[in-house]
T-cell receptor, first 113, second 111 residues
Framework: ETGVTQTPRHLVMGMTNKKSLKCEQHLGHNAMYWYKQSAKKPLELMFVYNFKEQTENNSVPSRFSPECPNSSHLFLHLHTLQPEDSALYLC????????????FGPGTRLTVL | GEDVEQSLFLSVREGDSSVINCTYT??????LYWYKQEPGAGLQLLTYIFSNMDMKQDQRLTVLLNKKDKHLSLRIADTQTGDSAIYFC???????????FGTGTRLTVIP
């Protein structure tokens, strides 16, 4: 596979469930990002990892927990989410954090019941 | 702060030109981008312009940048039904090392 892949593409979960979103990049990049895309709002940057180290956490609630075991993989662990967390979650990668060209995955459409 | 604003909707007839506008507030942005998002897909980089340029042309796409007014536009010539998508403007601010996105403009092309 090439580019940035995300699984699952769709996820429906209850507020008490625990689930994880997965992102994988096959571009040899060192930086990876999680964004939240809600209707009629700008994309919100959630987390940034550079060389597996978290370099940014944009005041994201602790019910979202990122994990970056290596430069190619990024996870977003979800626990006790709220209905307002329903959105499209996009993963992106770039060569480095000062590299302005980011490549995006197709996203995971999350619905919290 | 970094506010990037776009109108939410635009409809054009097939064959006409589309112009999608964007305004931003941070004058320290280094690059400005246009991304396209088709239904069910992630964001695809369409084109970008460096902040010291006024115009960039790439086939049917023309990007105009008015740095004084902090206004960016994307013109799509001979718009096709396949151009129907959401178009996001984004600015890269070097000091923050981050991309800041607008709300996106949903372009609908009417056959």
């Amino acid at each position: 596979e090439t580019g940035v892949t995300q699984t699952p593409r769709h996820l429906v979960m209850g507020m008490t469930n625990k689930k994880s979103l997965k992102c994988e990049q096959h571009l040899g990049h060192n930086a990876m990002y999680w964004y939240k895309q809600s209707a009629k709002k700008p994309l919100e940057l959630m987390f940034v990892y550079n060389f597996k180290e978290q370099t940014e956490n944009n005041s994201v609630p602790s019910r979202f927990s990122p994990e970056c075991p290596n430069s190619s993989h990024l996870f977003l662990h979800l626990h006790t989410l709220q209905p307002e967390d329903s959105a499209l979650y996009l993963c992106a990668s770039s060569q480095g954090t000062s590299d302005n060209e980011q490549f995006f995955g197709p996203g995971t459409r999350l619905t919290v019941l | 702060g970094e506010d990037v604003e776009q109108s939410l909707f635009l409809s054009v007839r097939e064959g006409d030109s589309s112009v999608i506008n964007c305004t931003y507030t941070d004058s320290s942005s280094t690059y400005l981008y246009w991304y396209k998002q088709e239904p069910g897909a992630g964001l695809q980089l369409l084109t970008y312009i460096f902040s010291n340029m006024d115009m960039k042309q790439d086939q049917r796409l023309t990007v105009l940048l008015n740095k004084k007014d902090k206004h960016l536009s994307l013109r799509i010539a001979d718009t096709q039904t396949g151009d129907s998508a959401i178009y996001f403007c984004a600015e890269f601010i070097g000091g923050a090392n981050n991309l800041f996105f607008g709300t996106g403009t949903r372009l609908t092309v009417i056959p």
